[in-house]
């Protein structure tokens, strides 16, 4: 397939860069800053659009629309779009005639060189390309062999990409305020699907969405939404940020939606006759929202160990996500698991000469095979007094247990996984 490529030249570049790249990425992610102006790849437009000068108009309609000023070119190598954009509408006819007119200035050739050619009538690019290959090649070198290549429009030097997206937008203002969010999830879907075809487009996906609501007499309201996982499916995120914001819903009439998709590299995605039939991260990451939504989100969330010897030395952190390891490296630390039990269950324990023998619950007894501690089971001595002991005992040919002694009460804490 054929490259094109396109190129739009400003002379207030420096300023206008936020415009010129933004009419760059309607038509491409492949894009080249420089000086003075844009440069972009457009290959495969041509079978959408037409094509060089097809494309060339789809360009400057849209700097029309958007009030965007410069100067546009597409050839077949970044050399020429640029000399082309830079030409603008001076020079009136096809492409091709514009290019073959254009003065010898616009090539990479030294000044005393161009100052021979001029004295020998040679101005522009047509003037060069008369001249047989082989006597200017004789008389300046092989080097000179670039600004031939650039002149026939054949330099196959490539752009180099230097504008990477992170993040794709999508606003929309409301001609009157609403109240109900769930009469703007038709809106929100359509956003959606443009900002994720600009993240399918660059081969990225997105793990997070940020909202943004301008409110009617109110502050704006912005929700910061996450998924475990990459993801364009836009009937999961939808459901995700409808249970989010049913949860904690704006204090005002909407006036106008912000839609942001920060970019990330795509989950890999293994299916097969011999893959482990589970439930799809999807459905778990909605069933763990309903599950905000119902009982609140500081109630759930990822459990987190805390450095204090407490009742229970973990917290909830309600924005974190596990994160799931099938098998784990030998040099990695081994981690066991502890589940508590809820309400803690009641023991009847045996000890002699200060030692702990037997235990007896009413799911399970047995002798104390081993077992160590005690623990004080409070460690904020500044809040409230030590007042629990605790004890890892292991029952013969049973589990691995938590044990705690309250005043004269013996209970189970929980048990090791």
């Known amino acids: 397939m054929p490259k094109l490529y396109a190129c739009i030249s400003s002379p207030s570049a420096s300023a206008d860069m936020p415009l010129l790249l933004a009419a760059a990425r309607e038509f491409a992610y492949a894009i080249e800053t420089a000086d003075d102006g844009v440069l972009f790849d457009v290959s495969g437009l041509d079978r959408l659009i037409g094509g060089p000068e097809k494309i060339r108009e789809k360009i400057v309609e849209f700097m029309r629309a958007n009030e965007i000023s410069g100067g546009v070119g597409v050839a077949e190598t970044p050399d020429a779009a640029r000399m082309l954009a830079r030409a603008g509408d001076a020079i009136e006819g096809s492409a091709d005639e514009v290019f073959r007119k254009l003065p010898l200035t616009e090539l990479d050739i030294e000044r005393d060189t161009l100052r021979v050619f001029h004295d020998l009538g040679l101005r522009r690019i047509e003037d060069l390309l008369a001249i047989p290959r082989a006597e200017l090649v004789g008389r300046y070198g092989i080097e000179f062999e670039r600004v031939i290549r650039s002149a026939e429009r054949r330099d196959p030097v490539p752009i180099r990409p230097n504008v990477r997206e992170t993040s794709a937008v999508w606003i929309y203002e409301l001609d009157m305020p609403v109240e109900d969010f769930e009469q703007l999830v038709f809106l929100l879907n359509h956003g959606l699907e443009k900002i994720f075809a600009r993240a399918d487009r660059v081969g990225?996906?997105?793990?997070?969405?940020?909202?943004?609501?301008?409110?009617?007499?109110?502050?704006?309201?912005?929700?910061?939404?996450?998924?475990?996982?990459?993801?364009?499916?836009?009937?999961?995120?939808?459901?995700?940020?409808?249970?989010?914001?049913?949860?904690?819903?704006?204090?005002?009439?909407?006036?106008?939606?912000?839609?942001?998709?920060?970019?990330?590299?795509?989950?890999?995605?293994?299916?097969?006759?011999?893959?482990?039939?589970?439930?799809?991260?999807?459905?778990?990451?909605?069933?763990?929202?309903?599950?905000?939504?119902?009982?609140?989100?500081?109630?759930?969330?990822?459990?987190?160990?805390?450095?204090?010897?407490?009742?229970?030395?973990?917290e909830l952190d309600a924005a974190g996500f596990p994160l799931g390891v099938e098998r784990a490296s030998p040099s990695e630390r081994s981690v066991i698991a502890f589940t508590y039990y809820e309400p803690p269950l009641a023991a009847d324990v045996l000890a002699r000469e200060g030692r702990l023998v037997y235990l007896s619950t009413r799911h399970f007894r047995g002798r104390v095979a081993e077992y160590s501690g005690v623990w004080r089971g409070n460690s904020r001595w500044w809040d409230r007094p030590w007042r629990t002991q605790e004890w890892d005992v292991e029952i013969e040919n049973g589990g691995l247990y938590r044990l705690a002694k309250a005043g004269k009460e013996w209970f189970i804490v929980g048990e090791y996984d």
């Open 204 to 314: 990225m996906s997105t793990d997070r969405v940020a909202l943004a609501f301008d409110l009617d007499k109110k502050p704006p309201r912005e929700y910061d939404i996450r998924a475990a996982f990459p993801t364009l499916e836009r009937p999961f995120w939808l459901k995700l940020i409808t249970l989010r914001i049913s949860a904690d819903p704006p204090e005002a009439a909407i006036r106008s939606l912000r839609a942001e998709a920060h970019f990330t590299p795509p989950r890999p995605d293994q299916k097969g006759l011999y893959a482990v039939s589970r439930p799809t991260p999807e459905s778990l990451q909605l069933t763990l929202a309903k599950l905000k939504k119902l009982v609140g989100s500081e109630n759930v969330g990822t459990p987190r160990l805390v450095d204090q010897r407490v009742e229970r030395p973990f």
